[in-house]
């Protein structure tokens, strides 16, 4: 399964995403595929076909049969840290010196500054870290403990390199200044230290002989080359710089290297793909400033605040085949929903601002499509074409569902036309291929096209398999009978149905679990409660055989939520 990564590759939420209802159908599917083309094509906008769910076997054999690659996978729509605006910063060596740290953060007006090694967080400076490494540190020997480059040293004393290299580091050791005569200095100076100091010629002498591993002269000073050549036969780095000593005291610790002052253990970290909500409240228990963000590989992405979380992008999404909050993907409540394509009754969707809601009482979304197509004068190619015929074949179970308009009829023979179809032999081929689930498990079969509906303040679930063999649903019906009633717990509804259809036979064998379900059906299609299966019943006792009811959406919903809502009432 493809998963799609929501605004991946810093094309945060450019994307619009075309999706329909979570186990999505044949009409779903194809519907928002043709329509993400459709916008794409009137807009040049970046208009992404997605789902919400696994497709069944129907929708599988028409993808494949007309060539076309399946949507990709879209879980959730909720806020990501990837939707938040984050800083991407692209961090710093854990050899830059505090001062260079220091700036670049003042340059760029930020307080934590990320330390990163070939993509990889390492830790996090702040500065608050560099105020203390200033204030706090009174260690002459911080430089010899951070193993400070020299080259470090050098750019802090906006200095030159006498001789030695540049590339070592300073190891051990303190920092002194040699304010005094030579007969003091040997009290003090110790072999590897930093020595300041100025231009005495024998005080220079006097380090180098005291085994001192660096000079550091201050006001730019000549440096005599016999000094050099001693300094340079002992490997001893010299620094020239145009600094006092007091200035060069002041400023030496800012050359230790980051890393030595960062945080590195027990960081908080959130991925790209965590749900804003997931990490809200750790950002609120967390006294930090920036947080920083990691890809699905772990490498550094960026850092973000809380004051961000203010400032994320909603994704935007489209809503074809369904108006139901209970089917949309899981998220919804999250996304700026743009428009809703449907033909199904309103359901219990809200919108923040109004949308382009378009609506009608047809047997498939997929003819609303076409409308849209031939309204806006675009040319639709073979392939849309074939995939909305297809869509509108299995909807209207090939034109017998009550919910079949002439409209439908018509528009699925004009799409066969031109896709080259013979509507019979494909509706034939599709059926089969939806009914053959010899390898799916129960449950497997239940979620196939499975959907929560509102009734009043209750709600219940309705699947449906359509097949031309009965003997297929009867098969199908032994295995799912034994199930359902453990999903309607785990799913907490009162009421779960399970619609066989024979689109031959053109009547469905309705299984139904749930305390009230036998009163429920009953009251529903006009039946006496008592001839009903109750729940003292076997599982696949439990159905019964409703003629000429083959639409979920025409016959079955309407009528149920109906009854559970007088049921309601009544008690």
Known sequence: MRLLRCGAQDKVNSSIYVIGHKNPDTDSICSAIAYASLKRELTGGDYVAARAGRLNEETKYVLEKFGVCAPDFLPNVSLQVRDMDINRATGISGETSIKDAWRMMREHNMRTMPIVRDGQLEGLITTGDIAKSYMDVHDSRILAKAQTPYANIIKTLDGVLVCGDAKTRFTQGKVTIAASGIDVMENFIEAGDLVILGNRYEAQLCAIDLSASCLVVCKDSKVPSAVKKIAEE??????????????????????????????????????????????RETMAKKRYRDFPVLDETGRFVGLISRRRLLSAHKKKVILVDHNERSQAVDGVGDAEILEIIDHHRIGSMETMDPVFFRNQPLGATATIIAQIYEENGCQMDKTTAQLLCAAIISDTLMFRSPTCTPLDKSTCEKLAQRAGIEIETLAREMFEAGSKLGEKTAREICALDFKIFSAGDDKFGASQINSLDPGELAQIKAKVAPVLEDLRREKELPLMLFMLTDVAGERTELLYTGERSCEVVAGAFGLAAEELPGMEARAEERAVMLPDVISRKKQLVPVIAAAMMTLRRDD
């Open 234 to 279: 002992k490997d001893i780095v010299i620094i020239s710089t145009p600094h006092d000593a007091f200035t060069v005291a002041r400023l030496i610790n800012q050359s230790v290297p980051v890393r030595f002052f960062m945080s590195c253990e027990n960081l908080t970290t959130f991925e790209e793909d965590e749900l804003v909500d997931d990490i």
